[in-house]
């Protein structure tokens, strides 16, 4: 596991204003939510055992219910589901059930694909272009990629899916729900004997506190997967909150096109501040390099000066002290880390 | 995963009004922890990031701040405990980071010891005593033991420990608190190069939704079983939850004198009905055998005519389809159990 992500906030004592270290958008009203979770905590009837009560009584030992539920949803059949403790769960099962293969990974992207093949034996290819070598038969793919934001065509992707049957494609599109490029549907990437899908529920409705996530793909790849997960991963809270999720609609403030006009806006006035290259983006996450200095510095600065909290990229494959990512937040919120910086410039 | 849990009252449309079929006691008072975990999915402030919303904000990607302080609890160093998501997560990891070993497992006993290890390469060998051949490098014992109740004299643990050690004893406490024999302490565990103790806070607490448990043992174990974990993988409720459960203590009606007491009863009820082989048990639950009939039957008829839950125990490795377990309840609730038996007896 690195030793760093985003969303540190706990290594501090100072309050935190304005946090753009996570690409978590949280504006969600979640009240709905969280009352419902509430009414289940508590028992309705002590002595009953349908679960009314979701600390006393185990988990479904595999998240059967729910994985029904959203192959539904998503037009798929039920083996084509799988329900995970968050994606990360995911990720290390597929590295694990792909014991010992040759690995490719589209990099700087999220390490925890790196970490999960490397600890299962994978022998790991880093790679800078969607192209790789004859012995690969994994390639991960984060779509849209954190932390650049970059959005791979997926022309270009269906193209090599369709060119390399012995590859098995793993595309985390954990960020599907914040950008406007196309991708691949649950649907479409089942058609295919060789792709699998990661969904996360973390990142559509800010809940990571709670762990829940899902992969799909056609039902052979699935079920692989499936022999090697263990009871009970996926908590009742977790389990529940998918149900609920399955059949609400939670109001939430994302009007993505105008958000993402915001990110342009962000990315724009970052640039103009001079001393920062800035990543294009298609999603509300973005990449910035410092000309000068190091983001520790810049990081401790934010934080105990302005209550700011950015990603140190720094960790990320391929990149080094000079990278940090952040997450459009609020115009005020944006603008006051703008602010942040200049004068972090100023003082330097 | 084998086919067929504890607690599979979901399986069933019929409403339960006495379930022995999971060895977790649930008559623990919650109320508190509830109403604390309520209070905790409810942000109190909606900009803020220091996360008084368990929903919204990641939990640590390691539950260092849990691990520290289950470590001041039991005088251990705090290398010394990793969290878990459930006993379970830790039975996977051992497997995993112990991989392709040659390992012992006593049994009939709680078979994920057995899967995890056929997962991760073992080469298993089932033993029946408290002995095994010279190229096992791995020996699992779960003490009390689940299904038959059975606790191991510590002293001769301790013999073999001390014998032997190559090998690596697992040893899965997760009944600990219902039993008056004496076992391990974290603190004793620790002290030996060669153990790893489960616990379960699942067991103690009636808190099965939530998954939480943790593992003890030396620092050099238990630091090798850390590089093999992901991040994130107990979510922040049952970091909560563990978290308040450190600094407070539930209200219980749980007298265990008494309580295994009424265990000693119930068995020795069963054993009057004729027709019932029953295990001398050490603990609250107890290990049954018909001598007549399949416990599909039984179980089928005590759920669908009394609405009682068993469980079919014929999963267990050594155990066929004559044999169920059930954990002690109220004394009302075993009289159910007890006329409902010799119901199905005179109906046979």
């Given amino acids: 596991m690195i030793e760093g992500h985003g969303d540190d906030s706990y290594k501090y004592s100072q309050p935190i204003i304005a946090n753009f270290s996570s690409n978590v958008f949280n504006r969600v009203d979640l009240s709905a939510l969280q009352k419902h979770l509430c009414q289940c905590l508590v028992p309705t009837d002590a002595t009953s055992c349908k679960c009314s009560n979701l600390l006393t009584c185990y988990p479904e030992p595999e998240p059967f219910t729910l994985e029904a539920r959203l192959a539904l949803k998503y037009h798929l059949p039920a083996r084509s589901v799988m329900v995970t403790n968050g994606a990360t769960e995911a990720i290390y099962l597929i590295a694990q059930t792909f014991r010992g293969t040759n690995t490719a990974i589209l990099q700087p992207t999220f390490s925890e694909y790196f970490d999960a093949c490397s600890m299962h034996g994978h022998r790991v290819t880093s790679i800078y272009q969607l192209s790789f070598g004859d012995d690969i038969r994994m390639l991960w793919l984060c779509n849209p990629n954190n932390p650049t934001g970059e959005v791979h065509d997926k022309q270009a992707i269906t193209f090599l899916i369709l060119a390399h ?118 999603t509300h996450f ?26 140190d990229a720094s960790n990320f494959e391929g990149l080094d002290e000079h990278f940090f990512r952040i997450a459009t937040q609020t115009p005020g919120e944006n603008n006051r880390l703008l602010t942040a910086i200049a004068q972090w410039f100023s003082e330097y």
């Fill in 165 to 282: 049957p012995e590859v098995c494609f793993v595309i985390d599109q954990s960020y599907e729900y914040f950008t406007l490029e196309s991708l691949f549907t649950p649907e479409e990437a089942a058609g295919y004997p060789n792709v699998l899908l990661l969904h996360s529920m973390t990142k559509r409705y800010a809940l990571p506190g709670l762990r829940l996530g899902y992969v799909t793909g056609c039902e052979g790849l699935i079920d692989r997967l499936r022999t090697h997960r263990m009871p009970w991963s996926v908590n009742s809270i977790a389990i529940e909150a998918g149900l609920y999720l399955s059949e609400h609609e939670l109001s939430t403030s994302l009007d993505l096109p105008a958000y993402l006009e915001e990110a342009k806006r962000l990315s724009a006035a970052l640039k103009q501040l001079g001393g920062l290259e800035v990543w294009d983006t298609r």
């Fill in 286 to 311: 973005m990449l910035v390099r410092l000309r000068v200095g190091k983001v520790s510095a810049l990081k401790d600065y934010l934080v105990r000066k302005h209550g700011i909290l950015i990603r």
